[in-house]
């Protein structure tokens, strides 16, 4: 298959993100040091490195300078590998693969997995919070602000919570729908949001922003539901059709295929379209919203 | 026994704290309402609250306004409280038993403790980032930053992992000492430096808590290796010789139990002459470094 425009600036994206975050993650050294390990091991390989890419990409919108956004960015994708080493332990998920290796409790332990988790959620907001990531005290603090709300009981951590308790009772289409929104919509709209902060942009541009990730959350949420429904575990370097499997429903098992993938294609259209006010600089973020309905992994 | 002028101060701190902890944690609603409750849980039953303490003496010294002292310090507990779930877990120490009451995993389930460890560490950062801890952005950035580096990989995790570590291969004393300082010791300097972070205060002042700190964590820690190896499970509300049992080395198994407690005293005296610059409002932290080597549990 021939590599779209989109892929081939997804893939620079990623290995600016990756050479950002070897410098930002700390290095081995004393006897502490398979922590450190563990969290290289877990962030520095595989990944899409989608959700610093919406960081860099809306930071653009708004000139901010390269050193920001992509610190900002690998905030951004901390705590998102973190949230993964910790839904992938065995009292979570309990995966065995991800992005085609051992999770990180295979390669390590789980204590070392649980800790390497934990360290990386706190190094993103140490790394907000350095003055190289912004040099007004005001903006750091407002992205401080904004990834520990997306992050905690009300964004994150809540929807794994929800997303826990919907094996014993599942949800309708407004309760997963929630449940995506705070899971996976909550640091997609900070990704989305922080170039704006860095950017100390307009509040219309602000909004508009938030109401494109919105949409653009659902809408890769859906895809990944249809991805895991008719999924290769093989393409997808993680074990497909598991929530079929732990009796959840997701978007496919009420919608059905073919609306879940008419809803997926509305709710990118409709992404694109709070785009509007943006110039061609919002390019790339009008391709994202293609490229998430028809990824393959 | 009769209740000392000190610990009768430590009570009514508490009371303060926990009136605080109430008023920021999140209250249960909605489908992930069980995040909420695992929180309070941990965080609203029990404990000397001997961190948050800290911080409220320490701004004391430099007139911080109450609600100030009393966010930051709901903070540092807020991190130590995660800290101690996490710890808990059966893939770390594997305790059932935390002030007297079913340790969290217990108490819900594994995968609940370890989101309620990570949504009290991100609730830490969303605290001092709210305008309410304090009026300026600069100090509230400086606030996120130590206390990033105080739990993360070069802080507390690392002390952590460190520990696990040890069990493998027991450490000399030095090996324990900078164990100490990062797992015990990161967060009680911070607790001891926020006050002075939130007061503006001289560099020197500043330096003065730092060194106190220091000496006042290792004493600290010390007296908690005492009182582990001599302890009585019921009076500490947790398992007792649960560090010998583990085969680890501790301060006691090496200096034996006279040389150790004769160490604590010197570092207790040690931590009150760093505050020798400051006036009768450091009345409470040189007691402080009394209660820490005398404490029962």
Known sequence: MAISPFDAALAEHASDIERMLDRLLPH??????????????????????????????SARLFGVN?????????????????????DDLPCMDDDDLRHGRPTVHKAFDEATAMLAGDALLTLAFEIVADPDTHERARVRIELVRRLAAAAGAHGMVG???????????????????????????????????????????????????HAYAHDLGLAYQIADDLLDAEGDSGLMGKRAGKDAAAGKATFVSILGTDRARAQARMLAEQAVQHLDLFDERADLLRQAAHFVITRRN
């Open 28 to 57: 081995p050294e004393g006897p502490e040091g398979r922590i450190a390990e563990a969290m290289r091991y877990a962030a520095l390989e595989g990944g899409k490195r989608f959700r610093p890419f919406l960081v860099v990409q």
């Open 159 to 209: 929807g794994q919570m929800i997303d826990l308790a919907s094996e014993r009772k599942p949800l309708d289409i407004g309760g997963i729908t929630r449940l995506q929104l705070l899971k996976t919509g909550a640091l997609i709209s900070f990704s989305c949001e922080a170039g704006a902060v860095l950017g100390r942009a307009s509040a219309e541009a602000e909004q508009a922003l």
């Open 66 to 86: 390269a050193e920001s956004a992509l610190r900002a960015a690998v905030a951004a994708e901390c705590v998102h590998v973190y949230s993964l080493i910790h």
